[in-house]
């Protein structure tokens, strides 16, 4: 009976160690997208991608601006960093107060929601494809614990950059 338990307990520390290889090579695969896509850009500190906490501005400066409910959003970059530092901060052990925990988690919850939203704005800045970028975000987050935005961000790494405004300025200039 001990053998089985600790079989088990081993094939367990294999199976978390093969997930957070997994991890790491899902973070420089991201990296290197977010790396390629600013210097395609012209954007300064393209190597904050190589950063954890700096890789989300670096996110935010690949994409631009990005519209929620019509509202234009100039730094989502900056608000995911300090949504995920503020996140951070409440959930140290060290400030066990409920309500700091329950702080913590709707920072975390703002952080997953503003992400997704980015990229959503990512995919249909390098897509152009309405279902495309559908399919990426939705893949992004049903399989979001396995990181495979990180692989869908590699992926068009090398796609031209084209917002919806030059979209519509092309269409006006074909149309008129």
Same mark, same amino acid.
């Given at each position: 009976?001990a053998?089985?338990?600790?079989? /088990?307990v081993? %094939?367990?520390?294999i199976?978390?160690?093969? !997930?957070?290889?997994l991890? =790491? ?10 790396? =390629? ?10 190597w904050?991608a !190589?950063?954890? *906490?700096?890789? #989300?501005l670096?996110?935010?400066? =690949?994409?631009g +601006?990005?519209?929620?409910? $019509? ?7 900056l608000?995911l +960093?300090i ?13 066990? =107060? &409920? ?5 913590? #988690?709707i920072?975390?919850a703002?952080?997953? %929601?503003l992400?997704?939203i980015?990229?959503?704005? /990512? ?6 494809? $309405?279902? $495309?970028?559908i399919?990426?975000?939705? *893949? ?10 990180? !692989? *869908? ?10 917002s919806?405004? &030059?979209?519509? $300025? ?7």
């Amino acid at each position: 009976m001990a053998m089985m338990a600790v079989f /088990l307990v081993g %094939i367990v520390l294999i199976l978390i160690e093969i !997930y957070l290889v997994l991890r =790491v090579i899902a973070f420089f695969f991201a990296a290197r997208g977010l790396q =390629v896509m600013a210097k395609n850009r012209h954007q300064k500190n393209a190597w904050f991608a !190589y950063i954890p *906490l700096l890789q #989300n501005l670096a996110l935010g400066k =690949v994409v631009g +601006t990005i519209r929620i409910f $019509k509202q234009e959003m100039h730094r989502s970059g900056l608000y995911l +960093t300090i949504l995920l530092a503020l996140a951070g901060i409440c959930r140290i052990p060290y400030f066990n =107060v &409920e309500a700091l925990i329950v702080l913590g #988690n709707i920072f975390l919850a703002l952080y997953v %929601i503003l992400r997704f939203i980015v990229y959503y704005n /990512l995919f249909s800045n390098y897509l152009n494809h $309405k279902g $495309k970028t559908i399919l990426f975000t939705a *893949l992004s987050v049903i399989f979001g614990y396995f990181s495979l935005a990180s !692989y *869908l961000i590699f992926a068009i790494r090398k796609k031209p950059y084209c917002s919806e405004d &030059e979209t519509e $300025k092309e269409a006006d200039e074909i149309l008129t």
